[in-house]
């Protein structure tokens, strides 16, 4: 069946030409007018985001627009279904947060025409907004392979923001590894294409069978993308990488970036290679998420620095995002992997604004003691409380407890689990939320001691916790708001779910 | 809305709305009068709300939030509220110079509104939501004097009541795909139960939640710690009320069905054994208020006790017979936990009375003829039939008596040094509610709810059985009295021992994999990790074609 | 064989050796130049590829050879910023070494703040 360019696909052109346009003009104008294009270009983007859901949710069915009229295989195509769109919403809702708390530590200096760093950061915000909507969007393997690289581009500066040698060792780290994994990717199109020759996601997944052509090609992708995401054992850039770069960029790589390749690996083996996939396959990669759970826990409970402590619980998330793969392929009914990919992508989401608003909380504690040793938390409560309460709140949000959208990931998995019979994953994800909660209660623990003098600290602009607090809040009841629109993930996907049978 | 519907609403409301206004630092501070108010539509609720409401709380596609009362339940809120109002009321003045009074009440409030929402929750959702809150709210009152041992206690409370909430969650899930039409009511979860798929699993996960949360041994361990770390008014309701939620859950979720008797037994069994357990290692303890801890696991482990016998016995009428049990106990340890402060704070000579009312209230709880306590135990005999179980019983009862005087001898001997000394009219009023309250109020429900004839209670058959145990109790505790000294010295949550090793050896294994993590950290670690992991996605999709 | 699996050969050899001076060398200029060496590789696959698979007529699917045009201009793009990123590094530590170790001991560079402070807020505060 040909695509065409269903009604209201132009939305999507106009929800990418927003950061690309802002790309654009921040580039050209420079200086702090960087500043004010990104600010501007957040609420535009979330009007298109809001557009393509409603147009969503009246006629049912996913958005499709073909470039320049042409349809696949000829041309490509941008479509969106209800995991794209559930993923825009979260993203602008996440960079609205980030750029209105980056506003104060990235604001470009009185008197200066233009500094360096505020500059970069408006700059690769810009950026990765852009980049990730391709990724959200795009339809066919090779337009995902451009975007993915504009995403690591995008983000590798935002590391070595303060250009300390460290960073920028973390920096080069992340870029290498990351090209390492795109190259394996751009292998596995090529082979892709000279065994089926399309590229398109919606055609491929009627011509791929399980050849040796396809099975290699998917490997190599997979393992790509893996280390794009940084899935244990493919971890070694990410703590750094993450602890080093400054609060808001940090909030940015841990909750929006990492999302990117991850949404890849699901097009990949749910759109795509569905048919192809073996539960041997899924084992292994849930197995590879329960080794992060783990290792990425248990390292962080002895970290001694706070944000190498929620670096390490980035590591351990992931894993967890990576849970859903043998519930959905396993799956015995059409329902019970509805529920499953609801329930990776709620985990998905919930792990992007909590650990944005961690991350952020983090830098507020870094900037107000002036150090970040979690033994010497003591008072921070006191001096702090908004942004012990954010801390706090984002730490139920990843434990998995009601009413935040983890409990209700939480839920939606372990139903899954159970249903299909996979009793490991139930003692799995049984196991994160008692680790995640034991680091979790190890910092609030030290925070919430009194001392008996008032803590020194250098205040911290009120506003900047008051919006740290709002993303955590957003973050803890998100499970509440999620409740209603879990059949939007479904929309568009059920050609693909049934073809993948 | 009717007066039942609102009166259930305002349950939750009322402590939900003093707990927003905490978020103000002004409003948290001057917190801790309004914490006596803070239950009181509760205790009307338990009052007036007619049995079989139901209150749809959220809607959101297509999950309800329902709150209902059923007769259990009225029972434990009414007298939770009423505990929590005492307690409330004696915090007020025993937190009142403290300069983290702020967030004591605001703890307060929060395990204060979950434990509340538990017993009113009538889906499984909201119930686990109300779990969770009252296991922070509990565990940052733990926390309070922010000793070494408080962080001690708080945490292993913490770490054991969320894994036990896992299981229930697990257990909840389970039935919850049982269930018609993926209904969520507890109602219905329990009637599909002795038929579902999973029935033996998910009895062992709910006993074994629920049973964490009540106290059950090998799983009381976090009782005594928590006991002896929390300030006072917190352990009068931690002792009191929360641990109630596990038998709340038990009552709820496990039928008095034919298909669940040897799970009935096997409940009983863990009870009893936890009774008696219980009693030994608490006469060993010196501290006033880990002997009340072990009592309370003693208590709890004999309501366990009953409701598993009337499962196996199918007597229709456990659910509330086991919850009037459950509201003695409520009563008294909340009483007996106040009683504490309040010796502490007066001088020797002038405690006799106190003293004297406290020891009618403790004997009570082993049964002393015409207390509450008597009646309580004459209530469930039925349940627990006339085998082993009813001779247990009689076992138990003479070990709560020893268990008791033991108590009141430790905190006689903790009175004020200063012989002018005197307990605080803030203080003393709530001990007294709540020792007129332990009284009166079993007579009350036990008459009120025709659970039996005044005629019943004061014969002199019921009389002598309840008067012996407590004889014999006595003695021994006289003989304890004497050769005390000679018992072993066990430290409170003896089997946290264990805990303390698991956590050491837990250390080792994390230096360990941070050491791995090290090494897979290495560039070239990596950049094989990375080809060998494409390697192994290819046999792993070949294995399966 | 014919010349396009000689190709392939060629190809699949370029991007093992690439591969291994990625993997291998601890010298970052090395890494830089080895990603180069195994992208070349990939391409000449990308090239086989279209070979074999082109209609009667062309010598090859042009689809492929967009491919192999925007990967070389991705791959161009990478290893510019890898170089700016490795002549800062360079120029602040003295090292063109990815280990945390080389970072010890050198001159040159205001030493990382005992405590664990961020040197960034410092800058920031003094820059203001």
Redesign the interface.
């Known amino acids: 069946m040909q695509d065409v360019t269903t009604p209201g696909g132009h939305w999507l052109v106009l929800a990418l030409m927003v950061p690309v346009a802002g790309l654009l003009l921040a580039v050209l104008f420079g200086g702090r007018h960087a500043e004010r294009i990104a600010l501007a270009a957040l609420p535009l983007g979330a009007i298109a985001a809001l557009a393509i859901v409603m147009q969503m949710l009246s006629s049912g069915a996913a958005l499709v627009y073909c470039l320049g009229n042409w349809a696949p295989p000829l041309g490509i195509v941008l479509r969106a279904d209800g995991l794209s769109v559930a993923m825009m919403v979260t993203t602008v809702v996440v960079l609205t947060a980030i750029a209105l708390f980056a506003r104060i530590d990235f604001a470009t200096p009185r008197g200066a025409r233009e500094a360096r760093a505020p500059f970069v950061f408006w700059v690769m915000l810009l950026g990765v907004w852009a980049a990730l909507l391709v990724v959200f969007l795009a339809g066919d393997f090779f337009t995902l392979y451009v975007a993915l690289e504009l995403v690591a581009f995008a983000a590798v500066p935002l590391v070595s923001l303060d250009g300390r040698a460290e960073t920028l060792q973390a920096a080069l780290r992340y870029l290498l590894y990351a090209l390492a994994g795109s190259v394996l990717y751009l292998v596995g199109t090529v082979l892709i294409y000279g065994g089926y020759g399309t590229l398109d996601i919606a055609l491929l997944a009627d011509r791929l069978r399980a050849e040796p052509v396809a099975i290699v090609a998917v490997a190599l992708m997979t393992a790509g993308l893996l280390a794009k995401t940084a899935l244990f054992p493919l971890h070694l850039w990410l703590p750094p990488a993450h602890a080093g770069a400054p609060a808001a960029a940090s909030a940015l790589l841990s909750g929006l970036v990492i999302k990117g390749s991850f949404f890849l690996v699901i097009r990949l083996w749910l759109d795509a290679f569905g048919s192809v996939m073996t539960p041997a396959a899924a084992q292994l990669l849930a197995a590879l998420g329960a080794g992060a759970i783990v290792v990425g826990s248990v390292v962080a409970l002895q970290q001694a620095r706070l944000k190498l402590m929620v670096a390490y619980s980035t590591v351990a998330q992931i894993g967890y995002l990576f849970l859903m793969f043998p519930l959905v392929l396993g799956a015995a009914s059409a329902g019970a992997a509805a529920a499953a990919l609801a329930g990776g992508l709620l985990q998905a989401i919930s792990h992007a604004t909590a650990k944005a608003a961690m991350f952020m909380a983090a830098g507020l504690v870094y900037a107000a003691l002036g150090h970040d040793r979690v033994a010497d938390l003591r008072g921070a409560a006191r001096a702090l409380p908004l942004t012990i309460a954010a801390f706090a709140l984002s730490g139920i949000a990843l434990i998995g407890l009601p009413p935040a959208g983890g409990f209700l990931a939480k839920w939606l998995l372990l139903s899954s689990a159970l249903e299909s019979a996979q009793w490991w994953w139930v003692v799995v994800i049984a196991l994160g939320g008692l680790l995640t909660a034991a680091y979790v209660f190890l910092v609030l623990s030290k925070a919430l001691t009194t001392t008996a003098e008032p803590v020194v600290i250098t205040p911290v602009p009120r506003s900047s916790e008051v919006i740290v607090l709002a993303l955590a809040i957003v973050s803890a009841l998100l499970g509440v708001a999620a409740l209603a629109p879990l059949d939007l993930v479904l929309i568009g996907r059920d050609e693909v779910m049934s073809g993948a049978r | 809305m009717t007066t039942s519907n609102a009166l259930l609403v305002g349950t939750l409301a009322l402590p939900l709305v003093l707990l927003a206004a905490c978020l103000w630092s002004a409003a948290r501070d001057r917190m801790l009068p309004w914490l006596v108010v803070a239950p009181l539509p509760a205790l009307l609720a338990a009052l007036g709300v007619d049995r079989g409401t139901t209150v749809t709380l959220i809607a959101a596609g297509s999950y309800e939030g329902v709150l209902a009362l059923d007769a259990p339940g009225a029972l434990l809120l009414g007298v939770a509220a009423l505990l929590w109002s005492a307690a409330g009321a004696y915090a007020a003045t025993y937190q009142r110079d403290l300069p983290n009074r702020g967030r004591f009440a605001a703890s307060w409030l929060l395990c204060l509104t979950g434990c509340l929402g538990v017993f009113v929750a009538a889906d499984m959702a909201l119930l686990y939501l109300t779990l969770a809150s009252m296991t922070l709210g509990a565990s940052a009152l733990v926390f309070q004097d922010e000793s070494a041992g408080a962080r001690r206690a708080a945490g292993i409370y913490l770490g054991l009541a969320l894994a036990g909430e896992t299981l229930v969650l697990v257990a909840m899930i389970l039935l919850a795909q049982a269930t018609p039409e993926g209904s969520l009511l507890i109602r219905d979860a329990a009637l599909v139960l002795p038929s579902a798929a999973h029935r033996d699993l998910i009895v062992v996960l709910l006993i074994v939640g629920f049973g964490l949360k009540a106290g059950l041994v090998p799983l009381h361990v976090w009782m005594p710690l928590a006991h002896a770390a929390a300030p006072m008014p917190a352990s009068a309701v931690l002792s009191g009320v929360v641990v109630k939620a596990g038998v709340i859950g038990l009552i709820r979720f496990l039928p008095v069905d034919a298909g669940l008797a040897d799970w009935g037994n096997l409940l009983a069994i863990v009870g009893m054994f936890t009774a008696l357990y219980a009693v030994a290692i608490g006469i060993t303890q010196p501290h006033p208020k880990v002997v009340l801890a072990y009592s309370s696991v003693s208590q709890m482990g004999f309501t366990a006790a009953v409701i598993g016998m009337g499962i196996a016995n199918l007597e229709a009428a456990t659910p509330v017979l086991a919850a009037f049990y459950a509201t003695h106990h409520i009563l008294v340890k909340g009483a007996m936990f106040l009683l504490v402060g309040i010796v502490a704070a007066t001088a020797g000579t002038r405690l006799r009375g106190t003293l004297l009312l406290a020891a009618v209230l403790a004997v009570g709880l082993g049964g002393l003829p015409l207390t509450g306590g008597a009646v309580a135990k004459l209530a469930v005999k039925g349940p627990l039939g006339s085998g082993w179980a009813a001779t247990v019983a009689y076992a138990s009862a003479v070990g709560t008596t020893l268990l008791m005087l033991h108590f009141l001898r430790r905190v006689a001997a903790n009175s004020a040094a200063e012989p002018s000394a005197r307990a605080a009219a803030g203080l003393r009023w709530p001990w007294l509610v709540m020792a007129v309250a332990a009284i009166v109020v079993p007579w009350a429900i036990y008459l009120g709810l025709s659970l039996g004839t005044v005629a019943e209670a004061i014969a002199p058959k019921a009389l002598w059985a309840s008067l012996w145990p407590v004889g014999v109790g006595a003695a021994l505790a006289w003989w304890l009295a004497r050769a005390g000294d000679r018992l072993p010295r066990i430290p409170p949550g003896d089997v946290a021992v264990g805990i303390d090793r698991g956590v050491a050896a837990g250390a080792r294994a994390g230096v360990a994999l941070l050491r791995a993590d090290g090494v897979l950290r290495q560039w070239s670690v990596a950049g094989v990790s990375l080809l060998t992991l494409a390697a192994l996605f290819v046999l792993a999709i070949m294995a399966g074609h | 064989m014919n010349s396009a699996t000689w190709y392939g050969l060629l190809g699949a050899t370029l ?1 093992g050796i690439g ?1 291994y001076g ?3 060398h ?1 010298h ?1 200029l090395r ?2 130049l080895s ?1 180069n060496l ?2 070349s590789g ?1 391409f000449l ?2 090239g086989v ?1 279209a070979r ?2 082109a209609d009667a007529g062309l010598p090859g699917d042009p ?2 050879q967009g ?1 192999v045009i ?2 070389i201009i ?1 791959a161009f ?2 290893t510019a ?2 170089v700016a ?2 002549l ?2 360079a120029e ?2 003295n ?1 063109a070494s ?3 170790g080389a ?1 010890e001991g ?1 001159a040159g ?1 205001a030493p ?1 703040p005992a ?7 410092a ?3 003094e ?2």
């Open positions: 991007a591969l990625l993997i291998v601890p970052v890494k830089i990603f195994l992208g990939v696959i990308a590829v074999r698979g689809v492929l491919l925007t990967g991705v793009s990478a910023l890898a990123l490795l800062r590094l602040t530590a090292t990815l280990s945390p970072l050198r560079d990382l405590d664990g402070s961020d040197p960034g807020v800058r920031r505060r820059g203001s």
